[in-house]
T-cell receptor
Framework: GIQVEQSPPDLILQEGANSTLRCNFS?????LQWFHQNPWGQLINLFY???GTKQNGRLSATTVATERYSLLYISSSQTTDSGVYFC???????????FGPGTRLSVLP | EPEVTQTPSHQVTQMGQEVILRCVPI?????FYWYRQILGQKVEFLVS????????KSEIFDDQFSVERPDGSNFTLKIRSTKLEDSAMYFC???????????FGPGTRLTVL
């Protein structure tokens, strides 16, 4: 099945810094989504982005499907951005999401 | 904005007991999913459901698990005889079609004692 890797596994930032999180996947995808898991365990959907670029406030994401990677950019980070960020992909022949292992982000005041 | 809801938010049960986790997907969605996340680990796919039948399931989804859409709105996950290792957060999701955005519920945290 499709493999998903995320880097870095852990990231510590000072408030106000920018960061880039990466997701690599091993095959063509129909769907790719980025999630933020908050301290209560809820998965907050950030982007539905199987290809192209999207922006939402301080967050933006780019997926280059032909090169099998996606990037999540966080600018001017805030302490509330802390948590685990997951990338999940749905392969062309599958009906389920495969989640990456996540990037744990800690933003320090 | 329509959302996926799940009940209960937290369920505590004794090992060997049956539990039913409930989900109300978004009303016009056709595909329904269950995922689980053991504490500190990544989210894992359990099962997908379409047209009133299971369309795909993972190795985790063994005979102890079953899913049902008992009416036009609810989607349930039943664990027949819970084990300690079933303790996890269980997420329900729904989508309009294959490859479409999946919308996740807030999760049910299951604790098996």
């Amino acid at each position: 099945g499709i493999q998903v890797e995320q880097s870095p596994p852990d990231l510590i930032l000072q408030e106000g810094a920018n960061s880039t999180l990466r997701c690599n996947f091993s095959d063509s995808v129909n769907n790719l989504q980025w999630f933020h898991q908050n301290p209560w365990g809820q998965l907050i959907n950030l982007f539905y982005i199987p290809s192209g670029t999207k922006q939402n406030g301080r967050l933006s994401a780019t997926t280059v499907a032909t090169e099998r990677y996606s990037l999540l950019y966080i600018s001017s980070s805030q302490t509330t951005d802390s948590g685990v960020y997951f990338c999940a992909v749905e392969g062309n022949y599958g009906q389920n999401f495969v989640f990456g292992p996540g990037t744990r982000l800690s933003v320090l005041p | 904005e329509p959302e996926v809801t799940q009940t209960p938010s937290h369920q505590v049960t004794q090992m060997g007991q049956e539990v039913i986790l409930r989900c109300v997907p978004i009303s016009n969605h056709l595909y329904f999913y269950w995922y689980r996340q053991i504490l500190g680990q990544k989210v894992e796919f359990l099962v997908s459901f379409y047209n009133n039948e299971i369309s795909e399931k993972s190795e985790i989804f063994d005979d102890q698990f079953s899913v049902e859409r008992p009416d036009g709105s609810n989607f349930t996950l039943k664990i027949r005889s819970t084990k300690l290792e079933d303790s996890a957060m269980y997420f329900c999701a729904s989508s309009l079609g294959l490859g479409d955005e999946q919308f996740f519920g807030p999760g049910t945290r299951l604790t098996v004692l």
